[in-house]
T-cell receptor
């Protein structure tokens, strides 16, 4: 299947700093990328949907100024957690798809904010 | 609003058993339904994708069925192995944002 690469796989940062997570589709062009958040033993919660070249659509309750999403090309989307706080510590996963086809997921990024 | 429910929440079986995981959804206007497995601390691995026009898909020991009219999908795992231990998630893909079930945590005991 197609490969989605996510980087970094884990990151530890101090409270108040910003962290950027990259999501790349390696062998296909993704018209749509999705960002999810997962707390321990919980299911994935969709944070936002991004289409290349347009603003991301955020789910209710997700602060767009807190979680900045940029989808500058058909193979790259970034999620920046701004002014991170301990409650932002979580597992962040991206996925990509072409049109309404199959979803492909990255390996996830574990963020720990001290 | 689409809601996806997975039953059971957890399942423990001895090695070699056949098992069925259930996924139900409330809005039948879907494009696809996809089954994933997630290992602890990892991302998701796609197992099977069923298009809305299909009734089932098979891959190795896995068979997924889809009944749109009743809003149900099942994932059948034959001859379970300890390596099948993981959380299995179903996701419904439609006009509304992607909706995941909470998953079924499967433990296969050797």
């Amino acid at each position: 299947g197609a490969v989605v690469s996510q980087h970094p796989s884990w990151v530890i940062c101090k409270s108040g700093t910003s962290v950027k997570i990259e999501c790349r589709s390696l062998d296909f062009q993704a018209t749509t990328m999705f960002w999810y958040r997962q707390f321990p033993k919980q299911s994935l919660m969709l944070m936002a949907t991004s289409n290349e070249g347009s603003k991301a659509t955020y789910e209710q309750g997700v602060e767009k100024d807190k979680f900045l999403i940029n989808h500058a090309s058909l193979t790259l989307s970034t999620l920046t957690v701004t002014s991170a706080h301990p409650e932002d510590s979580s597992f962040y996963i991206c996925s990509a798809r072409v049109s309404v086809g199959e979803l492909f997921f990255g390996e996830g990024s574990r963020l720990t904010v001290l | 609003k689409q809601e996806v429910t997975q039953i059971p929440a957890a399942l423990s079986v001895p090695e070699g058993e056949n098992l069925v995981l259930n996924c139900s959804f409330t809005d039948s206007a879907i494009y696809n339904l996809q089954w994933f497995r997630q290992d602890p601390g990892k991302g998701l691995t796609s197992l099977l994708l069923i298009q809305s026009s299909q009734r089932e898909q098979t891959s190795g020991r896995l068979n997924a069925s889809l009944d749109k009219s009743s809003g149900r999908s099942t994932l059948y795992i034959a001859a379970s192995q300890p390596g099948d231990s993981a959380t299995y998630l179903c996701a419904v893909i439609g006009n509304t944002p992607l909706v995941f079930g909470k998953g079924t945590r499967l433990s296969v005991i050797a």
